[in-house]
Every structure is written in C-alpha cells, then in structure tokens.
C-alpha cells in the first residue's frame, strides 16, 4: 500500500518536468522567419534596403510586390541608376495590380529623368479608378511634376483631384497655393480659351476666381470686393474657406506712392533714340491712351512735330538738355498744354525716323503673327491711368547717376523708373536711396535690394526663355547658331546656364560670320553642318562695354570662323540667333545639309522678326519656331498696327515702346513685385513675373510659320 502511494508520488513529480522538456524542445525547433504583409497600393514606409532584403528573402507571389515597393523607394530616395536596373529586372508575368502600380513607377521615373513625354504615356495606360488614395496621390503629383515647367489645363486638373486626398491642413493649403500658381502661369490667351465639361464646377470656379484677379488686381477694393462675391457664388470650392497666399497678398498689400515718378533716361548720345522710345510707350500708358479707340494711339514717329511723346508744363518748352542744364529734369503733366518733350527732339548722331503723314504714310506692316491673333486687346493687362501723376524726366548723360537720384528725391519723387544703361544701373545699385527703382537694364553680379526691381530687354533673357519653350517641347541635344562676335557668346552662355539649371547636359554652339560669309558657304555647297563646340561658361559674367537694349548690340563681329566640332549626341532641335537676312541664308543651308525630312526641330530669336517678311520668305521658314514679344505677335492687333506706324515699321523700336508701357504697369504694381513671389501680369512684353532679386522674367509668345502663314504655337 505504502508502496503504490510512493510510486503515484514520483509520478505525478514526473509529468511537470516532461512538460517542460517539451516546451523547450519546441522553443529550439527552427522556425521560418514571418514575412511581414505587403501593401503594395499603401504608403511607402521603408527604405529601399528594407524592401530589397524583404525581396530577396521571398519565394513566394509575394517578391515581386516587394520588388516594386524597392522601386518606389529608390525613386523617392534619387537612386534613380538603381531604380531603373530594378525595373528592366522584373518579371514579364504581373498581376492586375501589379500591372497598375508598374505604370505609376515608369511615369515616376521617367520624370526623375526628365522625361516629361515618356511620363504622360506611362500615366495613359493608368486605370484611375482601381487605384488606391494613396496611388492616386501619387498619380496626380506625378501629373504635375511632369507638366510643371509649362502648366496647362492638365495641371490644373491634377492640383483639384488631389485636393480631397489630402488631410493635412498644411498640405491642404499648400495645393491651394500651388493651384493658383499653375493658373497665374498659364499665358492668359491660354487660360481665357479654356475647354472644360459641364460637370468640372470646381474648375469653373478657378478659373471664374482667375478672371476676377485678371479685371481687378490693380484696384484693391475691386478685388476684395470681386473674390467676396466669389466667395459666395462658390462656397464649395476649396479656396473659398481658405484663399491661395499670393491672392491674399495682392487683396491687402499697400502700393508704393506713384504720384511723382522720375524717369532717368539717356536723352542725348547713341542710346537717346532708345529713350524716345520707351518713354513715349511710359507716357501713352499714364495718359491711358492706350485704352482709347480699342488701342489706338497717335502715329506719328518719334522725332516729328506731332509725336506726342509728353504733354508738359507751358513754361518752359524745353529741348533736350545739356550737360551744362542744372539737373537734367523735364517735368510732365497731362492737365497742362502740349509741347515738345526732349527726348522726341532729332539729337545728332542718333538715327531719326521719316515723318509719317496720313497722306502719304506708308502702310504698317503686317508683324509677324498678325495672320492668327492670339487673343483680343483685352489679354494685355495695364496699370490704370493716372493723370495725375507726374513725370520728372532725366537725361542721365547730362550728371552723374547719384545725383540725378538726390535730385529726384529733392523734386519729391517717390519712384524711379530706370536708368537704362548698364553702367548707370551698376551705379544705381551701389547708391544709397530710400526711393524705390525700377531699373530698365540688369548690373552685372545682381545683389538683393528691398527698393530695387529689374526689367530688361535682354538677349540673355530671350534665350532664358527660349531654353524654357525647347525643353518644355522635350528637346534634349540642342544646337546653338550664334554670331561670332560677343553678342552671340553672351546668347550662347545664358541659354546654356538655364538649359542646365532645367535638368540638361552639355550644349553646343557653332558660330556663324557676316551675310558675305555665309552667302560664300553657300555658293561652295558647304551647308551647315550639325556639330558645334561645347558652351565654355565663365567663372564670373563678364560685363560688355556695348550698349544692348531689345536685342540690339554695336558689337563689331569677330572674324573668327564658325566652329566645328564633334556633338555629344545626335542633334534634335536648333536655337538660331540671326537677322532676317542671315536667317534667310541659314534656314536653306541646313535644310541643305540635313535634308528636307529632318526631324531636327528649328527656333529662331525675335532678332529675325522685321518688317518685310513676304511670302517667299514665310515659306522658306515653314516650320520654324520665332518668340516675340505679345505686342508683335497678335495679342493687341489695333496697337500692335499703331505702334510699328509710330517707328516706321521698325520693330526693334516698336519692342522699346512695349517696354516703355509696360515699365508704367510695373511701377504701378512694385510693391507687388517686391514682396510676392507668384505676382503675374500680362504685359506688352510678355508674361511679366518677379525672381530672385527681384529680377523680371518675361516669358514670351511663341509663333510657327506654316504653309505661308504664321500660326501662334500652343
């Protein structure tokens, strides 16, 4: 009996420690690693290295889900050599979803490789509807990062489908901003013919917000009292609680007094019929005679009896001064009687302009994009007038700059418009002023001043904007055709500086000689060939000795022969920068080299938009792309006509009086200009908008010849 109860004892002692051998048995049992979910239409929440080990130890379905999530993360980290080695490296065989999520990665990368076209067709083949929120995120930033260089509708649309997906106020705001960023961008002729559906309300509403701006920016009270009522015709639309940052800025910013303006010219020496120019433009828009007769102002030129460059004070009628007068200042007033502004006096050794009678005026030419206008007057925007404001016009030939400055201060100006030349700007930029300057050329090593903005008729500026046109084009292994004197080398470096500040490589330029020279090239059957030098960039810009206002230069052409050297690849587009008369000679000889099927695509600066472009030349240049300023290409018929009348068809002149309206809208809306980086205004030339030191960009309209016709490009 003893003996039974012992042995149930031990046993019962027994059955713990079995159990415990047991448990730690299966605790030293090898165990396959727990691959943890994949979400492949989820957000990214690992590095590429996570998703690339998780691949690597996956054999099941589930690797190559992690094999794209590895790509979305290289992408998203600017692994991009990477990326695109994983891509090539996937499986033929995907699932639907799999399927999806590829054609979001290949529009991602192609835009990592600025590959905007690529990027578009990669989206096409996206079923928007079986995507994720966070895929579709994902699709439409991918929309607007491809299209961001030149907005259009598209982008627009992309900015408004985001919106709801997202849920941080900040982002919330932030796509508000940008929003109305992209539709200040859009060049109005664009934006004003606009397609959109029946059900697009939000859009609707954008844009109805965008035309509000467009007819009340320069009167405040118009524009708080135009986006209330928005507000309330559109309490649906996201900008209706929470306005984009740039509209709030322009509704409560405070101008900068206009009442006393002094105008610092150049009226005597080789630049005065520059300065006629522009301040007969500077003077049409004060007296809002540009607004009278759908745009029509006086004809007669700069240089007669009847220009009326300035309606000044009775007494006295001056001339232009002299470096002996006190101070070098006329006074303008529109309530007093008309006489003879200075700088419309015939000043020696400066060229002068025919008189135009309405007898015997020969007719304007037809400028170049006249055959298809853009848009009706109304796509200019203005400054309104103000009589009242006075002008105080200096000769900055006759005292140095800084005390021309005191004594405009002196004379109670409150803004300076000018100097133009860039030696006199250099020197306005080292003075110290309390005035606000808007300065009409740029110094070289542009400095930051809060009174100081920069609007200029510059070729480096037209190149800026035609390195923008090409690569929004998708053009990639640009060709340059230059002068071969220093104004082609300073052409040459600005389209290369912003071509690689875009996301471009290296460009190549080939230099060109005199009419003669090419006209020999000709009779010798050489061509040009498509091969050039790389742009040597300086260390530092180097400053020009030479007076260059719209395209214009007294630069003596070198003699250098036109280089010719090995390309970094084969050539797809073309930027010439030519006369009329050159490009007449070079448009033949590379169709003579390339062949008449080229693909080669062909752009041409303003310098060879002049009057007598007739038939036979329009048909030379079919398909040839040319900027100019809006005034010249349609976006104003009535005072594009009037203008060219004015300058006897000169348009190099006619572009100098663009600059002088818009330099009056520009002073009208400085404040603007200083302190809000997305300020917008359609000008006379161009889309005007303010950078980095306070820099104005013009971005320029572009036209096509075509069958003998000239066609805006779209």
Same mark, same amino acid.
């Given at each position: 009996?003893l003996?039974?109860?012992?042995?149930?004892?031990?046993?019962?002692?027994?059955?713990?420690?079995?159990?415990?051998?047991?448990?730690?048995?299966?605790?030293?049992?090898p165990?396959?690693?727990?691959?943890?979910?994949?979400?492949?239409?989820?957000?990214?929440?690992?590095?590429?290295?996570?998703?690339?080990?998780?691949?690597?130890?996956?054999?099941?379905?589930?690797?190559?889900?992690?094999?794209?999530?590895?790509?979305?993360?290289?992408?998203?980290?600017?692994?991009?050599?990477?990326a695109?080695?994983?891509?090539?490296?996937?499986?033929?065989?995907?699932?639907?979803?799999?399927?999806?999520e590829?054609?979001?990665?290949?529009?991602?990368?192609?835009v990592?490789?600025?590959?905007?076209?690529?990027?578009?067709?990669?989206?096409?083949?996206?079923?928007?509807?079986?995507?994720?929120?966070?895929?579709?995120?994902?699709?439409?930033?991918?929309?607007?990062?491809?299209?961001?260089?030149?907005?259009?509708?598209?982008?627009?649309?992309?900015?408004?489908?985001?919106?709801?997906?997202?849920?941080?106020?900040?982002?919330?705001?932030?796509?508000?901003?940008?929003?109305?960023?992209?539709?200040?961008?859009?060049?109005?002729?664009?934006?004003?013919?606009?397609?959109?559906?029946?059900?697009?309300?939000?859009?609707?509403?954008?844009?109805?917000?965008?035309?509000?701006?467009?007819?009340?920016?320069?009167?405040?009270?118009?524009l708080?009292?135009?986006?209330?009522?928005?507000?309330?015709?559109?309490?649906?639309?996201?900008?209706?609680?929470?306005?984009?940052?740039?509209?709030?800025?322009?509704?409560?910013?405070?101008?900068?007094?206009?009442?006393?303006?002094?105008?610092?010219?150049?009226l005597?020496?080789p630049?005065?019929?520059?300065?006629?120019?522009?301040?007969?433009?500077?003077?049409?828009?004060?007296?809002?005679?540009?607004?009278?007769?759908?745009?029509?102002?006086?004809?007669?030129?700069?240089?007669?009896?009847?220009?009326?460059?300035?309606?000044?004070?009775?007494?006295?009628?001056?001339?232009?001064?002299?470096?002996?007068?006190?101070?070098? *200042?006329?006074?303008?007033?529109? *309530?007093?009687?008309?006489?003879?502004?200075?700088?419309?006096t015939?000043?020696?050794?400066?060229?002068?302009?025919?008189?135009?009678?309405?007898?015997?005026?020969?007719p304007?030419?037809?400028?170049?994009?006249?055959?298809?206008?853009?848009?009706?007057?109304?796509?200019?925007?203005a400054?309104?007038?103000?009589?009242?404001?006075?002008?105080?016009?200096?000769?900055?030939?006759?005292?140095?700059?800084?005390?021309?400055?005191?004594?405009?201060?002196?004379?109670?100006?409150?803004?300076?418009? &000018?100097?133009?030349?860039?030696?006199?700007?250099?020197?306005?930029?080292?003075?110290?002023?309390?005035?606000?300057?808007?300065?009409?050329?740029?110094?070289?090593?542009?400095?930051?001043?809060?009174?100081?903005?920069?609007?200029?008729?510059?070729?480096?500026?037209e190149?800026?904007?035609?390195?923008?046109?090409?690569?929004?084009?998708?053009?990639?292994?640009?060709?340059?055709?230059?002068?071969?004197?220093?104004?082609?080398?300073?052409?040459?470096?600005?389209?290369?500086q912003?071509?690689?500040?875009?996301?471009?490589?290296?460009?190549?330029?080939?230099?060109?000689?005199?009419?003669?020279?090419?006209?020999?090239?000709?009779?010798?059957n050489?061509?040009?060939?498509?091969?050039?030098?790389?742009?040597?960039?300086?260390?530092?810009?180097?400053?020009?000795?030479?007076?260059?206002?719209?395209?214009?230069t007294?630069?003596?052409?070198?003699?250098?022969?036109?280089?010719? &050297?090995?390309?970094?690849?084969?050539?797809?587009s073309?930027?010439?920068?030519?006369?009329?008369?050159?490009?007449?000679?070079?448009?033949?000889?590379?169709?003579?080299?390339?062949?008449?099927?080229?693909?080669?695509?062909?752009?041409?600066?303003?310098?060879?938009?002049?009057?007598?472009?007739?038939?036979?030349?329009?048909?030379?240049?079919? &398909?040839?792309?040319?900027?100019?300023?809006?005034?010249l290409?349609?976006?104003?018929?009535?005072?594009?006509?009037?203008?060219?009348?004015?300058?006897?068809?000169?348009?190099?002149?006619?572009?100098?009086?663009?600059?002088?309206?818009?330099?009056?809208?520009?002073?009208?809306?400085?404040?603007?200009?200083?302190?809000?980086?997305?300020?917008?205004?359609?000008?006379?030339?161009g889309?005007?908008?303010?950078?980095?030191?306070c820099?104005i960009?013009?971005?320029?309209?572009?036209?096509?010849?075509?069958?003998?016709?000239?066609?805006?490009?779209?």
């Open positions: 009996m003996l039974s109860k012992v042995n149930r004892r031990k046993a019962g002692r027994f059955v713990p420690v079995v159990l415990a051998g047991l448990i730690l048995a299966a605790c030293s049992t165990q396959a690693p727990q691959t943890p979910p994949v979400n492949l239409q989820g957000p990214q929440t690992g590095s590429s290295a996570f998703y690339l080990q998780q691949m690597q130890h996956s054999s099941d379905d589930s690797k190559t889900d992690w094999q794209l999530l590895a790509i979305r993360a290289l992408i998203n980290e600017g692994k991009v050599a990477d695109g080695k994983q891509l090539s490296a996937l499986p033929q065989s995907l699932t639907a979803t799999q399927q999806q590829l054609s979001l990665l290949k529009a991602q990368y192609a990592s490789t600025h590959n905007s076209v690529a990027a578009m067709q990669a989206l096409k083949t996206t079923d928007i509807s079986q995507l994720s929120a966070d895929q579709k995120n994902r699709y439409y930033s991918t929309v607007i990062a491809a299209t961001g260089s030149q907005p259009t509708l598209e982008t627009v649309r992309a900015y408004i489908a985001r919106q709801p997906l997202l849920t941080n106020g900040a982002e919330q705001q932030k796509n508000i901003d940008a929003t109305w960023q992209a539709l200040r961008t859009i060049p109005q002729q664009q934006s004003s013919n606009f397609m959109i559906n029946a059900n697009e309300n939000v859009l609707q509403g954008w844009l109805d917000l965008l035309g509000v701006y467009e007819r009340s920016n320069s009167d405040q009270d118009a708080k009292a135009g986006v209330k009522d928005w507000q309330t015709r559109y309490p649906d639309n996201p900008a209706a609680a929470h306005l984009p940052v740039g509209l709030l800025q322009s509704m409560n910013m405070t101008p900068a007094s206009t009442n006393t303006i002094a105008l610092l010219l150049p005597t020496g630049a005065a019929v520059f300065s006629q120019a522009i301040e007969q433009g500077f003077e049409d828009a004060r007296n809002g005679v540009l607004a009278q007769n759908n745009g029509a102002v006086n004809t007669a030129p700069v240089g007669s009896a009847n220009a009326p460059i300035s309606a000044m004070s009775p007494a006295p009628t001056t001339t232009a001064p002299t470096n002996g007068s006190s101070n070098g *200042a006329t006074e303008t007033n529109a *309530a007093s009687g008309a006489a003879v502004s200075p700088s419309a015939s000043l020696p050794g400066t060229p002068t302009q025919a008189p135009v009678s309405t007898a015997n005026a020969a304007a030419a037809t400028p170049p994009a006249t055959a298809t206008p853009v848009t009706s007057g109304a796509g200019i925007q400054a309104p007038a103000n009589n009242q404001a006075q002008i105080k016009v200096y000769d900055t030939n006759s005292q140095p700059v800084a005390q021309l400055l005191q004594q405009a201060q002196s004379d109670g100006a409150t803004l300076v418009v &000018g100097p133009l030349l860039k030696e006199n700007v250099q020197s306005v930029a080292t003075a110290q002023t309390p005035l606000n300057i808007l300065a009409l050329n740029e110094p070289d090593g542009l400095q930051n001043h809060p009174n100081m903005c920069y609007f200029a008729l510059s070729p480096e500026d190149a800026r904007d035609a390195a923008n046109h090409m690569w929004a084009q998708n053009k990639r292994m640009p060709l340059l055709l230059v002068p071969s004197n220093n104004y082609g080398n300073r052409v040459a470096v600005a389209f290369t912003q071509w690689q500040k875009l996301g471009g490589g290296q460009v190549d330029e080939q230099t060109f000689g005199s009419v003669a020279d090419l006209k020999a090239r000709i009779n010798s050489s061509g040009i060939s498509m091969t050039g030098t790389p742009v040597t960039l300086p260390s530092a810009s180097t400053s020009s000795s030479a007076v260059s206002v719209a395209g214009m007294f630069d003596a052409p070198q003699t250098a022969p036109a280089s010719s &050297g090995t390309a970094s690849g084969p050539i797809d073309v930027y010439i920068v030519a006369s009329q008369s050159e490009l007449a000679l070079l448009k033949p000889m590379i169709t003579m080299s390339t062949g008449s099927r080229s693909t080669i695509a062909l752009y041409a600066s303003s310098r060879s938009a002049q009057s007598g472009a007739g038939p036979d030349f329009r048909l030379e240049m079919d &398909g040839l792309q040319f900027s100019d300023i809006p005034l290409s349609g976006a104003n018929p009535a005072l594009m006509q009037q203008a060219v009348a004015k300058f006897n068809n000169d348009y190099s002149l006619a572009r100098l009086y663009a600059m002088g309206v818009d330099a009056w809208t520009l002073a009208n809306h400085f404040s603007q200009l200083r302190q809000s980086s997305s300020y917008q205004i359609n000008g006379n030339t889309i005007l908008s303010a950078s980095q030191n820099v960009n013009r971005t320029l309209s572009w036209n096509q010849y075509s069958h003998g016709e000239i066609v805006p490009v779209h």
